[in-house]
T-cell receptor
């Protein structure tokens, strides 16, 4: 079963624009992570935010977490064609099991 | 290359046959995960190992599925009597879990997956 749902399911933007995708989850969490998946490949870890954190930055990535609303957002600034991929949020509760959302498919048009 | 490797990359089989996939995690990683992913969906958790112990199994893992990690290093996932519904990408991931570990311990490192097609 999927713990999280990403919104939108698909997003198409021009190179240089910002991309925002959202994740909602169902139960209390310990950490929330974002991963990227290029077509037909494995997933690559992007960023982790702990449940006691509200915002985190890494390069062109900004993640926010609102535990009261059980939601997170991932912002990619100044997007590039190479950012074209699917993006998944992943959560874990108090144990090692990591559960992924349904994903947002991002297309960045050069 | 010291990443997670999976073998084979692609497997085509006929319904009713048995298949086995192998995953070699990053060498110092003590946790190993198996996920299944169908087109347009996120990875679905199947099972995970802490060293050689299988600590959690999803209800998705029917009695036709079995996973092992005999020496706490590589792992195999076997599907017996395959069905067309088993067609999916099977992903393996590993992580390093330490008692006083930091954020890096929480990251999962994925292999490129095994794409299974059951005809």
């Amino acid at each position: 079963s999927q713990q999280g749902e990403e919104d939108p399911q698909a997003l198409s933007i021009q190179e240089g624009e910002n991309a925002t995708m959202n994740c909602s989850y169902k139960t209390s969490i310990n950490n929330l992570q974002w991963y990227r998946q290029n077509s037909g490949r494995g997933l690559v870890h992007l960023i982790l935010i702990r449940s006691n954190e509200r915002e985190k930055h890494s390069g062109r990535l900004r993640v926010t977490l609102d535990t009261s609303k059980k939601s997170s957002s991932l912002l990619i600034t100044a997007s590039r064609a190479a950012d074209t991929a699917s993006y998944f949020c992943a959560t874990d509760r108090l144990g090692p099991k990591v559960t992924f959302g349904t994903g947002t498919k991002l297309q960045v048009i050069p | 290359d010291t990443g997670v490797s999976q073998d084979p990359r692609h497997k085509i089989t006929k319904r009713g046959q048995n298949v086995t996939f192998r995953c070699d995690p990053i060498s110092e990683h003590n946790r190993l995960y198996w996920y299944r992913q169908t087109l347009g969906q996120g990875p679905e958790f199947l099972t995970y190992f802490q060293n050689e112990a299988q600590l959690e199994k999803s209800r998705l893992l029917s009695d036709r599925f079995s996973a092992e990690r005999p020496k706490g290093s590589f792992s195999t996932l076997e599907i017996q009597r395959t069905e067309q519904g088993d067609s999916a990408m099977y992903l393996c991931a590993s992580s390093l879990a330490r008692v006083a570990g930091g954020e890096d311990d929480e990251k999962l490192f994925f292999g490129s997956g095994t794409q299974l097609s059951v005809l």
